[in-house]
């Protein structure tokens, strides 16, 4: 049996009962690694201090940067922190940033979702907003709540189709998708506010706000979007043709990197 391709799905700090120090990563970015891209999803901590990113991309042949909770901290994007924009992950800030940027320079699958999207701008000089609702003109892109103020109980609601998003002609994603008009989910509050030096912008909602990016110059595959794609990309069309183009690139990186192992075991 060919031995599947691994992707690093990245880990994020959480405490359980308040105490207990755990990285954790959402079930449904594993299973659309899993059973959509095809790949066996490795989870590893995003932390520095726990992950060594050299040893990491010698074992995993794509990298996957998940939505999280915490924020980006203001502070690498030259910006005031504010308590009503917590919490932060500073080791995960810390390992993301250096993981994008070391990737992209070697041409190993990358793909962001959500925190995962905006990290990749922040990883080039780009700078967020915390909250894209108040800008003049933004829709609010946080999850449905009811009116007590509790987030929507019914996932289907929480992650239905919210807004459309236009894609830019005979860019990456027009490509990948077949269209260049989508609509996506939208979970977040934090968003793109500066494009980074090297962030292509390739999709943008009906509000202004940024939802799609490529890494220009990149070698390999280097694409990130807004929406959480990892919901539903066994069923969803648009979400399905991500992750079977993110599986694509990195079978492909796989079979590159042990061409030579094959060769000598041939020899001898």
Known sequence: MARRAVVGVI????????????????????????????????????DPEITD??????????????????????AHFNTEPNPRHEPYDPARDAMALALVRTCVDRGVPLLGICRGFQEMNVAYGGSLHPEIRELPGRMNHRMPRLPTGEIHPDAEVVFADRHSVQLSQGGEFEKLF?????????????????PGERVVIEGIAEDGTIEAIRIEGA??????????????????PINRALFLAFGAAIAAYR??????????RRSG
């Open 11 to 46: 880990g994020n700090a959480h405490l359980v009962e308040n105490r207990f120090a755990v990285q954790h990563v959402g079930e449904r970015n594993l299973r659309a690694v899993a059973e959509v891209a095809n790949a066996l999803p490795l989870m590893f901590a995003g």
């Open 53 to 74: 990113l050299e040893q990491l991309l010698e074992l995993v042949d794509g990298i996957l940067l998940t939505g999280a909770r915490a924020n980006v901290h203001p």
């Open 178 to 194: 077949g269209r260049d008009l989508i609509r996506v989910n939208s979970l977040h509050g934090q968003g793109i506010l500066v």
């Open 219 to 236: 070698p390999g595959f280097a694409l990130g979007v807004q929406w959480h794609a990892e919901y539903d990309p066994q069923r969803n």
């Open 255 to 264: 079979d590159h990197r042990h061409k030579p192992f094959a060769g000598l």
